[in-house]
């Protein structure tokens, strides 16, 4: 199934209720002196790449629910990618999952991902979960193993999801370690860190010279009592000491209770080192849930830091965005949909604050005036900025409605059937 | 130094701009089947009280930093919650706190408090700290202290204070127990609890009939171990044993991390048991700063639930609505205006929600749906509604602007001195 | 397999050491005044339920690590309990869960809990999965459901697992209630609550006369964002509106962060309803680990919140200890083993705390020497009490070291296989 | 008043409880293989220093509490420390606070300190409160201040405590920062942070070549929403901008909620950088409590990787060791007293984790055993160990039983009065 912009055209119908809405808004911001084409055009261009692993039905460890019409295989994952740009024009790529998602007819699969306009994003390796056929098992862990085997395997299997990047266009490796302990005493925490610098250099030595190395960091789970890389302390550490192209990833998701994200954004880019961004939301911990459904304004700090390091930390890369949530109630494609409105709802509305203003009001300690500045740009409803920024490429007005008067899943389950079910969590 | 309507018509100048928003805003949300004045007539029904301890810079242990013109008297504070009154109309009470606040002299405390519209709401009692001139002290407990003499003289505290609410006009006691333990082993938690409940009774059966009572609720702190009253369970079933006229008091900031205090609200309400409500905002704990300027979004939702319980449940009585947050580095004032902002804006945006169409969603299980409905409305700029609310009664079109552009704080300090200190925390 | 009292006395070897020590022990107790025999004896009564979901590997949402010799049916799950209840003669319970231990064989299942020495606890239903056959799914909610034939199917299925209760002994129905909401607004908390309170009404209705209900609550997890029986104080709401027979159930995991969960215990041992106790260890959320792994002072503290409800609240019925943890690294069994030494470690610390003194220190408000009685009972060595207590009953010396020397590991692989894998979680 | 070694002897009375249980103890650890004297002997080299600012009596911002015979001068703080350390021998240093404890007389402060054989360690500047008398106020921050005259005043006053440090043999200033901000847009993220870095370089700068610089990290309070030095990852950045002799000082209250600190040291400890520790306990936050009175299992844990990296990690320097604790309901001295009592069972216990074992069953992940080693160590009772300790420097058997039965605080009231009232928070 593939949405053509007549299709979604057909579905947006009459656009003078949008127009007008534009209309008045782009009045009162041209009135306080935005650059309103400027802006949409920025939320036009800011792509986030869907994980190939998001496009079925998660779960939890007291089970899982079904979805009907989940992609089978890697070419219908990418249809999915591809659905979702079609209506917002917002995702324009996949990241991809090994092994998971190793393609089988490489040209089969780069032709899909051109056809939908799909780019391959950061490929992400897999050292928590033992693979049938695999010699070693990872339960005591894998970059981080005290096993000289065990670690080589895993520095091993990161090799080779480099080279099956390589071979789709992708130019950067995320790794997510999810080594550690659930007791104390289990492990020496000196001795891990150790060998997963190690690792990390191994793996960062074998990249070709054109690729990034991106760190995440996670405090727990599925460890229960240590992670290794528990930080982005430890990521930073890692990263400096294995050279100028590994960088830290940060995932909203992976943060102690009541942590300052936006000041660890705003630290990391200070210093160069921040490379991507997982987009999610939780209330409890890693709960993984539709990014801006729990705390929108904490994104929006979080994008202020984004915006303002992207215009002056020529220091900090290109930032590798992804979205990686879990969709266990609702259909995944729609949860998409909104955590993909409200990354740019959150961005946009970061981009309306007056950095000039702000800093004059900081340098000027009038507390009230910076807070009045933030939530001036935050209370704007900026989603006919946002419409404007889709329509311009062909997308939809209102993704979600285009999505079900089009009835995107039913011609899924069509196609595919009730049963399928995805690969990943 | 009193605000006239004049003086605050001046500094709102041409409200074009305003009523071109308003028209704007108005016309979409008719279409969208809302009864807009009755909803500006809500908002401007709003009367949220100030706290008299809250006229003055605050602080914590590890320091103040002083404010100029701060109130010195009662007077004086009861003339700062009328500039508030003035500027906003919906600040129309104050929430004294006894002894800091005991009046002198109350026809003269009456006569100013009805100059400036304002009424006496909740009233609160302090067996907190020691006052000069007590006979027993409070370091180890008071109403649920073992010692019966001490135990004794914090219950007649409770009862004098209704005494002197009487003379002003107050219908509710609130009580806030700091009462509990910094180490384990200190005290015995039944006994703790069993003694509170025998003070609470002692106190509500001394009660005028038409007085009500509020027993709050908090974790930790000033005590760091265990609190008496440590969560809304402890407090409803102490104001299960009073009886009627007891209820819970929610405070936004006292809960353990991730708390779910919208449901909490809608439990009370369910039970007919909630009965007011502290206003705050935090990120790590009981920050007490200003209400929306860290989770809006929760504000927010529990508004939902509150206005859902206001139209539904006549079992509930209609609550006290109060500020409770410190003011350590921003103007007492501006940082009150704040506030009183961020409560009506979630309120305006709660009253948005479309009630028939969510309850729909939900029991069709449309997870979706329902999330599209709560942030359609929370997305909608309202600050139009809140404004014309404003103005409807002679308020400011901007409170902050106005009070900076008619030199409100100037004013005060030239009729105070810069170096008055207000009592309180 | 079945340990004999002789493989055990082989395994246990020489006693002289441990008879040096708990001599040296026992007269430096008695000389302190304690009732040394008795406080043995109590150990010794103190029986632990096994839940016969946890006797195999259990798992994260990331996966899950094999383990050998599980456990393939019912039978030899409870031989599985048989084993730790030889060793430490301190597991002589079962708590089964349905339908994932349904008995094909009632009497074969009875004579072999019998000849193991295991009676039939609280039994349990499941109503947060779906199950092959059933008619409605519970993705939705059950006990909670807004869909009255969901309800109803949800409310049988609890009938239907009495009534298999019935046939093995067991007097007591635990729910554990999953019923939330992963995103605001997804469901009314008001009509969600009165829902779910019918639903118990109806179980609670339906249970023999010398049955209880346990209700247990939890914060969050597998929903997101909130959960119906959220805390003890929705538990106890719930439990007071079925009736004498229903109470509380207190699971260690299941709080927020830094709760106070002693303090809950004595609030509801105070008022005559808790009846269940949950026991294992956690760092960060629902971890699910070996008890007293982490925070062992505190399962002390909670211990002596215990024996002082055990002794001075007749109101308060015999509670329902079980262990319920997930072993996801450990060999199930030796984790259980584990478990059942911290538990038993932290009653007999309890027991030695001096209660009069405690209370005389209390009242007198000395709180540092407060600290000195408890610490005092802490500090001091009882592993010599709880090796006594088993090898009175003929139990091991040292259960881990002979659970390994006794090879029991090895045996039950090879009469089981492998690969089998238990049902649960 | 200062205790004599006769008047600990006299209050020790008869010895032969604690030989008996010494020489019990000592068999059983021989057996084992430990060397019971080098292990006393590492007990008694343990020397922690008294911060100035608590030997008075602490408060919350909601108040304080007066204590009786509190010291009104620098002199008899150093006067409390040696009673202290006379009776544990193992309080022999003092940490001073800057203004609140500057010498005006510094010989005769050095002729106290060698009287009761106290030496000065880590000396702090406070730049968190404005003092009477300085130009500009910290309202808005100090080394991370935007205004360059505020810096500059606060790495002035730093310098300055250094040179009062000189005089009294001080090798260490520790910083602790409380900059930082209460909303958010107060203050640029990235600004705030290369001030800080600036000043500490500096401050660094003007150091004596024999001096360490300390930097301490803290994730909130003061400020409610960011602070500049947030975390461990913060000042290890800045420790290794300054250079090689800084370094980072870990404060156990300095922790969002479920932090593993003991992974933080060992990250520090393995890369040179931890150079000092501040050791309180607290169940929700900052509390600053007795150490060891809620969790000494995770103290135990903290000293296992201490214990660790003084023996492994040559690259890591001496630490400098200090109690941070708030004495609010306790005497303060006797609070003292049991946070070092804390403080040695940790360390003793540390000491006997058989490392060699430890690191076996680590390699071998058997994870059960890990846990058994570690748990056999803590749950051994090492009190006598601890006496034996004191006893050889002549110190009192029992610490606070001596100053109880010695009337210590009855004779600093009869010398200090009733009413003073110490410096500090």
């Known amino acids: 199934m593939q949405l053509t912009k007549q299709h979604i055209a057909d579905a947006n119908g009459n656009l003078k209720g949008h127009q007008a809405d534009y209309y008045y808004l782009s009045q009162k911001l041209i009135d306080q002196g935005v650059d309103v084409d400027a802006l949409v055009q920025k939320v036009a261009d800011f792509q986030v790449a869907i994980p190939s692993w998001a496009l079925g039905a998660g779960g939890t460890r007291f089970g899982r629910f079904s979805f009907h019409g989940e992609p089978g295989n890697l070419e219908q994952k990418i249809g999915d990618v591809g659905i979702l740009h079609a209506l917002t024009q917002t995702a324009g790529a996949v990241s991809l ?158 943060h102690l209770p009541n942590s300052n994200i936006e000041q660890v954004v705003a630290t990391l880019m200070s210093k160069g080192k921040l490379g991507g961004f997982h987009f999610n939301d939780s209330k409890y911990g890693d709960d993984d849930l539709t990014v801006g459904s729990i705390k929108p304004y904490a994104l929006f700090l979080i ?56 800093e004059a009001a900081q340098l000027n300690h009038d507390v009230v005036k910076c807070q009045e500045i933030l939530q001036g740009a935050y209370r704007t409803d900026v989603r006919p900025l946002l419409q404007k920024a889709r329509l311009n490429g062909g997308g939809a007005l209102n993704p979600i409605e285009a999505y079900r008067s089009l009835k995107v899943r039913e011609g899924l389950i069509g196609e595919r059937g009730k049963h399928t079910v995805a690969t990943g969590l």
Chains 1, 2, 3, 4 share one sequence.
């Open 97 to 254: 999952h090994i092994p998971w998602d190793t393609p089988t007819d490489y040209a089969a699969v780069k032709q899909i991902a051109d056809q939908n306009g799909i780019v391959f994003d950061a490929i992400n390796s897999n050292t928590f979960q033992d693979q049938p056929g695999t010699k070693h098992s990872y339960k005591h862990g894998s970059l981080a193993n005290s096993d000289e085997a065990i670690r080589a395997q895993a520095v091993a299997h990161n090799n080779e999801v480099v080279r099956i990047g390589e071979k789709l266009g992708s130019k950067t490796l995320t790794i997510w370690l999810a080594d550690g302990t659930s007791f104390p005493g289990q492990r020496s925490f000196q001795k891990a860190l150790s060998q997963t610098e190690k690792s990390c250099k191994e793996i960062y030595g074998e990249l070709p010279q054109d690729w990034s190395l991106l760190i995440e960091y996670k405090p727990y789970e599925p460890n229960f009592y240590s992670t290794v890389i528990m930080d982005w302390g430890t990521s930073f550490m890692l990263a400096n000491a294995c050279g100028d192209r590994a960088y830290t990833l940060v995932d909203l998701g992976h």
């Open 303 to 358: 994008f202020n830091e984004l915006v303002y390091g992207m215009a002056n930390n020529p220091q900090n890369p290109d930032l590798a965005w992804m979205i990686d949530a879990s969709h266990n109630i609702k259909d995944p494609l729609e949860d998409l949909l909104q955590s993909l409105e409200a990354i740019q709802e959150a961005y946009a509305k970061a981009l309306l604050i007056d950095q000039k203003a702000l």
